[in-house]
């Protein structure tokens, strides 16, 4: 039995990851305000500087948004040299995104944002701390990589 007043320790994790997320989604539109570019400009182009090449229908599952969706933004993205099309040799159906090097700037940018919110996680431990954290960090990630499929149906 737990008192009312106690938080569960999953409860007690979601608080914490939800601080963690805000704190990276403001890095994040920090990037896009520097470019004027709004959060789903920015999605977009982070998914593609990740996984880069990619069709229409990778970027809209990757970033959550409909397939419609993704095509305004990556055409105005286009139009805003941040990304190009390519098309395949073989099948000219056959679209892929990438980023340009306007938008390898910006994405350059968005990673260097995350790895200071990251670097202001760790500063507040010491050099074991943080070797223990990023070992249990590892250790989540294997695990939900494995899990992620049926945490996916489930949710």
Known sequence: FQPRND???ADELTK???VLADLFEVAQ???GEAVNLNKQECRVINVVGQFQPLMMREIAERAKLS???TTGIVDKLV????LRRDRSDEDRRIVRIRLTSEGEEIYAME???YRKVSRAILDGLDESEQQEMLRMMRQV???LNQQK???LKNL
């Open 79 to 82: 139009k805003r040299k941040c």
């Open 149 to 151: 499929a049926e945490l």
């Open 7 to 9: 938080m569960s320790k």
């Open 29 to 31: 539109e920090s990037s």
């Open 67 to 69: 397939i419609t969706n």
């Open 111 to 113: 990673v260097e944002n």
């Open 141 to 143: 990630a294997v695990h």
């Open 16 to 18: 914490y990851i939800a």
